[in-house]
């Protein structure tokens, strides 16, 4: 064999090492990802806020710190997820892994907060979650702010 050829498939093996192959997740799996979540984690948590805790509807509207509460358990129970699995369950649903962008493992558990307080963000402005549509990385604005992407898993 050619020394070119040798340095040619050597340079292609080094390549394929540092890029593994991977498929970014689309929007629209992010999003039922996400709804499942919603119905899995979220709402069970507001039930037991409102009904076990503060002891109906009326005393959870009228409260200031319910909501706060059940959404700081959530952010809590998310990070815990993604950082352990790399996955919640509507992510797992879907093939869906949250993983850092340059390395494709798992984030740690403060990395995985700050990427929920993000998006909480993100959502609120609502510029972050048009970012997706622009860019060939699928990444949102709480992608790029924490340096993570969504990726599909094998099955």
Do not use: W
Request: proline share 4%; net charge positive.
């Amino acid at each position: 064999m050619r020394f070119r050829n040798i340095k040619k498939r050597q340079k292609q093996q080094q390549q394929s090492k540092k890029n593994p192959q991977v498929q970014y997740a689309r929007y629209p799996d992010k999003i039922k990802a996400f709804i499942t979540d919603m119905f899995m984690i979220y709402a069970p948590i507001l039930y037991f806020i409102t009904y076990v805790v503060m002891g109906g509807k009326d005393e959870f509207q009228s409260s200031q710190l319910a909501p706060l509460i059940g959404v700081t358990l959530y952010a809590l129970i998310y990070a815990v997820l993604i950082s352990k699995f790399g996955q919640t369950p509507g992510k797992k649903a879907y093939n869906i892994k949250v993983v850092d962008d340059k390395t494709y493992e798992n984030i740690d558990f403060f990395r995985a907060f700050m990427r929920f307080v993000a998006f909480l963000f993100s959502a609120t402005i609502l510029l972050g979650l048009i970012t997706p549509f622009y860019r060939k990385d699928k990444k949102a604005l709480h992608d790029i702010l924490c340096s993570t992407v969504e990726i599909y898993t094998e099955k």
